[in-house]
């Protein structure tokens, strides 16, 4: 799903193709779940969710190469971010420092950062893996959570200047339109969609908008009272922002 850029799942099916076409033509298969991985879609990795129903064979034919982590992993509390990579890119790293035929000199592969490894933000992460990971968190996420989620957005859809609601697991776009029959959209200048971040905010609910679109990404924790909150609080506000 793209996450910033508006909100927008991917059609059915196409991932999948995506990642038969790459590996087809011996492309290396990237998934940046850097939103969208640990737990946000209600699953501990988004991929996994191409795997659903399938046999073993397909669900390895259907496994990225490498992984784009950080967002969820310190819940942006402490900076961490991690690449994990399958075995084969991880071999392509390995090797011996000696000059080899053709190739003199140093054998190293120079690459570091100076805030590598941050241990205060690796503890964190390990933490949150441990939670996020367990079963039973993963199964109340799909299984109570996400659905409180989209029920108490779901009133949003009859406003009538709501355009669209979309996302999937526990991310929401609600785009803001001047007048859903006639297409006609509030003009970007106008910025209605942080009015309604504002107007939220008076209410007790942080959220943030990108232009006319107002996004809902509450943490993982989130209980079902304020889940109900946050339904009634953002059809408040956009009831504000925008009568
Ligand atoms: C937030 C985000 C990034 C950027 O991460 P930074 O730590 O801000 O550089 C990259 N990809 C996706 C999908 C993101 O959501």
């Keep these: 799903m793209l996450g910033p850029g508006g909100i927008i799942p991917q059609p059915e099916g196409y991932l999948e193709r995506a990642v038969r076409a790459a590996r087809k033509h011996g492309v290396l298969v990237i998934f940046d779940e850097v939103a969208v991985g640990m737990g946000r879609l209600g699953t501990l990795f988004a991929f996994e969710q191409l795997h659903a129903g ?14 784009c982590l950080a967002k969820g992993l310190t819940a942006g509390l402490l900076p961490l971010s991690a690449v994990l990579v399958a075995d084969h890119v991880y071999q392509a790293f390995l090797g011996s420092c000696a000059p080899r035929q053709g190739c003199r000199g140093t054998r190293t592969f120079f690459h570091g950062h100076t805030f590598t490894g941050s241990a205060l933000g690796c503890a964190a992460a390990l933490a949150a893996v441990e939670q996020i990971a367990s079963r039973s968190f993963l199964r109340r996420l799909r299984t109570a959570t996400i659905p409180a989620f989209w029920r108490a957005l779901e009133p949003l859809r009859a406003h009538p200047h709501v355009g669209s609601l979309r996302g999937r697991g526990l991310m929401a776009g609600i785009e803001l339109v001047k007048d859903e029959q006639r297409g006609e959209e509030y003009p970007w200048a106008e910025r209605y969609g942080h009015r309604v971040v504002l107007a939220a905010r008076a209410r007790g609910v942080n959220t943030r908008a990108i232009g006319n679109l107002v996004l809902a990404v509450p943490p993982l924790t ?3 009272r304020e889940l109900a909150l946050l339904g009634r609080v953002l059809y408040a506000s956009i009831e504000e922002a925008t009568k």
């Design 54 to 67: 399938r046999g073993a064979r397909r669900k390895a034919r259907l496994k990225p190469d490498m992984v």
């Design 222 to 224: 989130i209980t079902r």
